[in-house]
């Protein structure tokens, strides 16, 4: 019985030390319509693979974070990108909200894109 109240309380104590991770939890917001939610907007901590889109809500969660500085990257198309320098601690929610504006396009661009598009269909 002592061996197993050992094994039981050993158990408890590597899994206690197991989650100390802290977490970013956020909403990526439209700028142009009264920050209304931008839903399946794609978030990435930069310099690694992970990526989330957003819900309909427009939530997203990185969980199992260990602590330290990260940089996450908020895009949707048509809007501009957005980089934020985000600081995660040990077992606490780093909460954020974003507003991302719609990006702009001047005709010059817009002409280059177009002939671009041709040359392609030739």
């Known amino acids: 019985m002592k061996q197993l109240i050992y094994t039981a309380l050993l158990l408890f104590t590597a899994l ?10 956020g909403k990526v917001l439209d700028n142009e319509v009264n920050n209304a939610p931008l839903v399946l907007a794609n978030v990435s901590i930069k310099g690694t693979a992970t990526t989330l889109n957003t819900d309909l809500t427009g939530l997203f969660i990185f969980e199992n974070l260990k602590a330290g ?7 949707f198309a048509g809007y501009e990108t957005k980089e934020i320098n985000v600081h995660v601690t040990d077992l606490e ?25 041709n040359v392609d269909e030739k």
């Open 16 to 25: 206690s030390f197991g989650q100390n991770t802290g977490f970013i939890i």
């Open 69 to 75: 500085d990260y940089t996450l990257v908020c895009s």
């Open 93 to 117: 929610a780093t909460e954020i909200k974003v507003s991302l504006s719609a990006s702009t396009i001047s005709l010059d661009e817009l002409a280059m894109l177009t002939s671009m598009a």
